[in-house]
């Protein structure tokens, strides 16, 4: 008889259910977070060079010279940070590599992490794999602060690091300076690693400003941050994501990636080193546009009777449909939008653990809005026909 595989607990993923039922009705698809649209043509010509130049084979583990270095830069100017390319910056299949690696790297059988739900839906999955057991603290609407209280309650003798994110995805929110700086009092205090996620770090919105985890006093030395191009430069297909970390976590994490992927897409490396060239303007006009889309989705989704608070960061909105189907749960409100009114959103309850009494009555769903004006105006006509009353 073949035996049950071990991962009896992970069906297929919202992301896929959302999108396999958004094209079965040829629905607007605001559930899975990719833009549909390109990134900047200039990436897309250099990966065509690379291409065309030979760049074809395998690139190093680690990552390419050049890119390592585009991106230690990166941190210097934007932050402050210092990263030896070569000992402390990581190229990764995505930050979705990344964090697999960072979790296998230091969370064996037998040892806990902390995280914060709602989750990034790989968090679980690496722990999993790992051995590990992922512990939650479980934001709550409409404000979804972080009580450090709650995590520092979930410390034990076993718990060996604490997941964030921040731009956080799916509520938008950006952790104030007083959460990171709580969380890093917890860190320091039960000398744990942080793996912070910061895939939107460029997709923020005034007045909140990112600050990385590792900036924090003390924390450059505990802390993984992980990044990826995916969001920044909107290639999510490439799967490029970076990890920054002290020599002693980078070695931990390379010695994983090495048995994963070993290394990625080696032409768009090099098209990603020209990405990193890109200057100010870039970064301005980029947030400049997302925060047009922002503010479109918001209004529209506001006026259909969703109740929502401004996303500070990242491309989501997580909206309360309390007012428009008080009983209905989110998979269900979900499954009724995208199957009667061709609006495809993804529910918020998976993105806590199993049984949390949180997520049990979240009447919640997250909108993306990396889309067009054209997909948010197709949008925006679906909410239209939307009322608290309909
Ligand atoms: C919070 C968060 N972390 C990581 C990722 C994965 O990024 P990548 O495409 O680089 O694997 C995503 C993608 O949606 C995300 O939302």
Known sequence: MI?????????TSIFSIMSAEANSVGAVNLA???????????????????????????????????????????????????????????????????????????????????????????Y?????????????????????????????????????????????N???RVLTRAEMEAIADVARKHD??????????????????????ASLPGMWDRT???????KTFSFTGWKIGYACAPA???????????FTVFCSATPLQHAMVRAFELGDDYYKQFRADYLTRRDTLLVAIRAAGFEAQTPEGTYFISAGYERLAPDVNDMDFSLDLVRKKKLATIPLSPF???????????????????????????????????????
Request: aromatic fraction near 8%.
């Open 3 to 11: 035996p049950q595989h071990r991962w009896q607990t992970y069906p």
């Open 32 to 122: 899975q977070g990719f833009p549909d649209f390109n990134g900047p043509e200039e990436i897309i010509q250099a990966a065509a060079e690379a291409m065309k130049k030979g760049h074809n084979q395998y690139a190093p583990a680690t990552g390419i010279k050049p890119l390592r270095d585009a991106i230690s830069r990166r941190y210097q100017k934007a932050y402050g940070l210092k990263y030896d390319s070569d000992r402390e910056v990581t190229v990764l299949t995505g930050a979705t590599e990344a964090i697999w690696c960072a979790v296998q790297a230091f969370c064996g059988p037998g040892d806990e992490a902390i995280g914060i739900a709602p989750f990034y839906d790989s």
């Open 124 to 168: 679980p999955a690496a722990c999993h794999a790992g051995g590990a057991t992922l512990k939650t603290v479980a934001l709550q609407p409409p404000h979804w602060k972080i009580d450090a209280d709650a995590i520092e309650r979930l410390v034990t003798k076993k718990t060996k690091m604490i997941l964030i994110n921040t731009p956080h």
């Open 170 to 172: 799916p509520t938008g």
């Open 192 to 213: 744990l690693i942080v793996m912070s996620d910061e895939v939107y770090e460029e997709i923020i919105f005034k007045p909140a400003t990112h600050i990385p985890m």
């Open 224 to 230: 993984i941050t992980i990044s990826s191009t995916s």
């Open 248 to 258: 002693a976590l980078t070695e931990g994490l390379r010695r994983v990636h090495q």
């Open 352 to 390: 806590y653990l199993p049984g949390d009494s949180v997520a049990k009555d979240l009447r919640q769903v997250r909108f993306a809005f990396c889309k067009t004006p054209e997909t948010l105006e197709k949008a925006g006509a679906i909410l239209a026909g939307i009322s608290p009353s309909a």
